[in-house]
């Protein structure tokens, strides 16, 4: 905004994605020269990238001219750098201001790919533009002095920034004459510190209680595992002791169970009958009178005389 022999730029201090706050003391004013700044607002990388730009083509400019770049000067160099990148542009929109050597207000303004707006007002950039064209109408007048014109450009700013979601956390106003660069920082849109953290907030509970939901479920999945596991290991090994006892029972007992006396005398003697007939007689009635248990019958199976026996 421009004034009588002076010049004033302001910017908040919000940066983020949108609603999400990512920090509320970003300055996106930077000095070019003791009389001349420029402002960058729009994408936080292309902001840095641009200011390292900027950097290095004054410090060249400095070297080869032996002097300091007047701010019609930097505001070519500006329009010439964003141009180059036409076809894939920084997502910026840069704002000049400044005293040239005679000491003249001087701003301007440029879009995405270098084209200037050379004002006698005032500019206006960044995401409350529309807002801050409508305040600086109603507010500003030509010759402003620079206490004057401080008031305009905050209120100006103040009001743009009040009916913009996306702006606030305070504003840093420069005001630049010829003899001093004024700083003044001016508190606005605070209340939305205390959204964001209550947002912020409520969002690292939720995870919280959703890892805690996930690990118990996780270890119950595993305590069911090792139970499961643990049956089976004890089921087998039952059953392995209970087919290993039966096996290495005595064989004139089974007999002795099963009511066959005759069969249990002959086993617990260790002999068979000498007489085929008494051992066609004998030998097969033993699987019948202990059951169907197959590891009953399996002791007594090679007392049997054939195979067609034994099956």
């Known amino acids: 905004m421009r004034g009588k022999n002076c010049v004033a730029i302001a910017t908040d201090l919000r940066i983020g994605n949108q609603a999400l706050l990512l920090s509320t003391n970003y300055d996106k004013v930077f000095k070019v020269t003791d009389k001349t700044y420029v402002g960058l607002p729009g994408l936080a990388t292309d ?35 964003l141009y180059e990148r036409r076809f894939g542009p920084y997502f910026i929109e840069p704002v000049v201001a400044g005293l040239n050597s005679k000491n003249e207000p001087f701003i301007a303004a440029s879009d995405l790919i270098g084209c200037l707006n050379f004002a006698k007002d ?35 700013m103040l009001g743009g920034i009040e009916r913009d979601a996306l702006s606030g956390m305070g504003v840093i106003v420069r005001i630049i004459t010829p003899e001093k660069v004024i700083e003044r920082t001016l508190k606005c849109h605070m209340r939305m510190i205390v959204v964001n953290m209550a947002v912020e907030t409520v969002i690292v509970m939720f995870m919280i209680v959703v890892v805690v939901i996930m690990v118990g479920m996780i270890m119950m999945c595993m305590i069911m595992v090792v139970q499961v596991v643990s049956m089976i290991v004890i089921v087998s090994t039952t059953v392995w002791h209970e087919q290993r006892h039966m096996l290495s029972f005595p064989r004139h007992l089974y007999c002795e169970l099963a009511g066959n006396e005759g069969a249990a005398q002959v086993l617990a003697g260790g002999h068979l009958p000498t007489s085929a007939k008494d051992r066609r007689t004998l030998l097969p009635s033993i699987p019948r009178q202990l059951g169907t248990d197959v590891g009953r019958c399996i002791c007594l199976s090679k007392y049997m005389e054939s195979d067609d026996q034994r099956r």
């Open 122 to 156: 005032f500019v206006v950039s960044g995401t409350a533009s529309d807002r801050l064209f409508g305040m600086a109408e109603g507010l500003w007048e030509p010759d402003l002095e620079p206490e004057d014109l401080f008031e305009t450009i905050s209120q100006t």
């Open 47 to 81: 902001l840095t990238t641009l200011r390292e730009t900027f950097r290095y083509r004054l410090n060249m400019y400095r070297m080869k001219e032996d002097r300091e770049i007047e701010p019609e000067t930097f505001a070519h160099l500006m329009s010439s750098t």
